[in-house]
């Protein structure tokens, strides 16, 4: 019965229309063109490679798609059991009309064809949004991104910080801002005016948040103007090659910009918290970062106190920092629990920290799902995956539980799939 | 089935008469007066604020208790999925006779009237101890509590010491102190003659338990005489403005004083670890306190090696401490599970933590619940939802996965409840 | 229909013969003597010191074996909840033939008499291999253990490396190496020549894997040949009161060198993190281990990255790690899941922790579970524990949840419990 209940909350909330408010989408190329674009999503190459597929094999210059999807599917046999591989069998079956219980040496050509079939259709990217549901998919965009040629009602600008917080000591990343923001970068004013000239583009292109991924051992601070000035003189003559210290003095300096742009500008600053870049440089592409989970959520109370003006959807990058974003977002008007993230990102741990979120954090402030996808193509097994959690908690802590109708329950799982998108990032 | 035999295990488990180990009620004014005492209990207060109520509209001043909830009722639809409010709604429908699916504009003064015609009849205090099945309800007493005018069999005092510990540089913490204590405090014998002269005044009005709150930094050590003596003598010069070492030093040595103090009075000694006060000051009365979860409980290895004679019953407030605690609980004679605390007091992480302990701990060592309860209102709905918890793990690991009998599983039940309760704080 | 489902999940599971990847069996005396070599087991012995059982009771000299065993099931009433003690009563049910629904002081010399008539038969050590489905156990060996006079592919050889990075400073240590190894220790370069040589003795020995315990604020880095020369050199003048840095940066600079050899010699080099000694100086004969549950594989990385070669099998003592040990994995080639450690080797965390591993780590990584038993009679309840656990992830995350066919998880559950200690080990 309880098996039955959850299929039927399923059931009703796959009717949902959805906004997806975090993606790495290209909207300029947004749909898959060779099945090649979804198997080299960094879970499977990453998960072959860990499973014991060589990086030189998969990462050769100039292979061919449909020979880079060969090579992958040799690897395939040791990952069936990943919820990762699982939304690729999905999208198969619910998109491509492929339906297989493994994916092999003697079936993937057929896959490839009917995915090929489906991809070289003029209208596919329509119709992989309208399969999906998707009414609207949020961009990760670079800092000078024109915002220029899409839609950006369907494909939703979101300013990405991580070059101006952790590379500006970069000469790239301080000419590309010099470029695209029209001022030269002298003083510590020059900086804060380019930022707010880069909000002021964004907002004429309708952004809808201000985004960035911290490591655990960031913990921003209010730093004074004078050391922001010096760190920055200092990190103008020695580039690169500037002490850390004088980097991070800026970093935060610059990140409170951000802040205070975002009050401006009337914008949700998505912090995604937790991520240690390059910890395996030997892996894949996109698959070399991890984390140390002891990161905590105080490292951002002088931040959540300084702005009470900012919304601050908030992702962790693993599941034992959960209870504390309960916690935190319990507490803090402005701290909003914000999807399952990354190495979070699978069944137990979605369902467990939802679970936390659901029992104890004000409904109109947890944000259930993005999909973090590359590739329109993984919006639907991805938000399914969730979906299938979420039915699963309304099902046995609210219907079974607290006794609450069917149609209760449903009414809070479309806040969370879709009504707190528009609450918090459409106000 | 397994449903039906979770209520029944529930069924019985509601039929035992419970002491109440930990809680905040005032004994003079044990039960609420009007419905804004249970409104205004801070979980309601801190959920509605961080939905969106501004704490101006619920902390004016000379606020009507009418008012008060009028407004809070404004907020409670966005917390209507929570744990917490749930205990609203059972009280209601157990306490007051009101059964409502939903709180809001609709029907609050509905209940405010009928939770109003109890208040108001003369022996409501009986009455609400009956339904809820209390026996007995233990308090938080400050150190220079006269624990005089209340029957201390029901309302068992417990000596609370935190201001001792973390403000004893404060002049009106150590005024406090020579008053209720009758002593000067010139040299640190005195300050131990005045907290010996605390236990004395409590064990002859029944105290069961020293208790104190310890934030996540906290690494209590064996601090020798001297340098204790230099702290105590500086702090004593420079009151507040003594320095943070100093003011730990001599916090460090009053902690070990009340320890030596359990041991001569036969006391056990309740620490409530991890929280950080004032994390966010701009919250509403008593919703300030978060915590960083990067706590362990290797920081009292010391104490507990140092005092084998004195029983430790350990509040975790994150769950990811809870594996700590079992393990602590598992090897350490003296050290004791005790209850779910305040952002662990949820039924997603009481049931996880309950099935570690009571799988793990030996059955004599794990202190079910406590309510910590500011009004007598609250121990029904809050020990009902522990003791769903505790049904749902008897039921799933004892009687199905074990193959226990009902009745075996219900004795460890009671003996969580309540025979633990008698074997540790009345020997 | 799902409890129906693991039964018979279970039930194929049961039937397969076991390789144990890490015991501390003594291949002289692999099997119990006396019920006191069951009932003296740690887990009895700490469990019961903590429920109250006073330890000069249970570690009075020329105790005898059934005097122990007597005054141990005094306590065993305070620990019966325990999934530790449910492997006695399950080993006294399969392998000694007597249901008990509990051990007291009524049914002891009972189960204690029909226990002796099993060991005191000439064929028991083969008997409870056999009724445990036991081909092979792998055995913690001192380095200088020479390894003769067992049967090496029943008893299968695994040098233990903890002596030679935490306690190379202690004079026996060193003589022992000398002695084992032949080798003089006067230079770095004759530290490394003793080493080797114990690889060489180990591999002559069909030595299948080098292993160590670590504690948590282990973090070993490559120390340069000359730093780890002077440390040496003082580490040798001093010897114990070397200071704490020389120790660690010679113990680093040997734990480099096993990794090294592991090289060299094709080894998996098992790694169990997070332990810190001697918590509790009081506690009993091997319940004195606790741990800091703040420890992270970022601790590793550098390892990780530097010996691409080496199959590290990880095995994490604390539960909030074990998401780190997933997504490390998931990730790095070289990193393996390996079994439930100690504190978190009962049900909920077993249960819990493999769930995520089974869902996110490919299946060729995952090694399902070792006994770390002392006396063969463990195996079978300790697998069973773990199978049960197995039966019901397979049940209801992959035939249920994703659709799985019975034979397909049971093809995955023989592989976590057998396939992977064959491919990981015997290659």
Redesign the interface.
């Known amino acids: 019965m309880s098996?039955n209940l959850q299929q039927r909350l399923f059931a009703e909330l796959d009717q949902l229309v959805l906004i997806d408010p975090h993606t790495h989408i290209n909207p300029h190329r947004p749909a898959s063109e060779t099945l090649a674009d979804i198997l080299g999503y960094h879970y499977y190459t990453?998960?072959s490679?860990?499973?014991?597929l060589s990086r030189a094999l998969i990462e050769a210059p100039n292979l061919a798609p449909k020979e880079k999807v060969g090579r992958l599917v040799e690897a395939l046999g040791?990952?069936?059991?990943?919820?990762?591989l699982?939304w690729l069998l999905e999208a198969a079956s619910k998109l491509f009309g492929i339906d297989l219980?493994r994916l092999d040496a003697s079936n993937w050509e057929q896959l490839y064809d009917a995915a090929q079939a489906k991809f070289s259709a003029p209208n596919w990217e329509q119709e992989v949004l309208q399969l999906s549901k998707l009414e609207a998919v949020f961009l990760t965009n670079d800092f000078d991104d024109p915002l220029a040629g899409f839609d950006t009602q369907r494909y939703v600008p979101c300013l990405r910080t991580d070059e101006l917080v952790f590379h500006f000591s970069k000469a790239t990343v301080r000419q590309r801002l010099m470029q695209c923001a029209g001022v030269e970068l002298r003083t510590l004013e020059d900086v804060g005016q380019a930022i707010t000239q880069r909000f002021e583009h964004f907002t004429a292109h309708g952004v809808r948040a201000c985004a960035i991924s911290l490591p655990p051992f960031f913990k921003p601070t209010c730093v004074s103007q004078v050391a922001a000035q010096q760190a920055f003189e200092r990190v103008l003559r020695e580039g690169e090659a500037a002490s850390a210290d004088d980097k991070q003095t800026l970093g935060y300096w610059v990140f409170w910009q951000l802040a205070k742009n975002c009050v401006t500008f009337s914008l949700p600053f998505d912090l995604m918290i937790g991520v240690?870049r390059a910890?395996?440089?030997?892996?894949v592409f996109q698959?070399?970062d991890?984390?140390?989970?002891?990161v905590?959520?105080?490292q951002y109370?002088e931040l959540?106190?300084a702005f009470?003006e900012v919304t601050f959807p908030i992702s962790v990058l693993?599941?034992?920092?959960n209870?504390?974003l309960?916690?935190?977002?319990?507490?803090?008007?402005n701290v909003v629990c914000n999807g399952h993230w990354w190495?979070?990102n699978?069944?137990?741990?979605i369902s467990?920290d939802l679970?936390?979120r659901?029992?104890?954090?004000?409904?109109?402030?947890i944000i259930g799902y993005y999909s973090d996808m590359y590739k329109l193509e993984f919006a639907l097994p991805k938000f399914a995956m969730f979906k299938?959690c979420l039915a699963n908690v309304l099902a046995s802590?609210?219907v079974?539980?607290?006794g609450w109708s069917e149609s209760?329950a449903l009414e809070?799982g479309r806040q969370v799939l879709r009504g707190n998108v528009e609450s918090i990032f459409y106000r």
Chains 1, 2, 3 share one sequence.
């Open positions: 098996e990453e998960l490679h860990s499973a014991g040791h990952i069936d059991n990943t919820a990762q699982s219980e240690n910890v395996y440089p030997g892996g698959g070399q991890l984390y140390d989970s002891r905590s959520l105080i109370a959540f106190n009470p693993a599941s034992v920092t209870q504390e309960v916690s935190y977002a319990w507490i803090f008007p190495y979070s699978t069944p137990s741990f467990r679970h936390a659901l029992e104890a954090v004000p409904r109109n402030k299938r802590h609210f079974i539980g607290m209760r809070l």
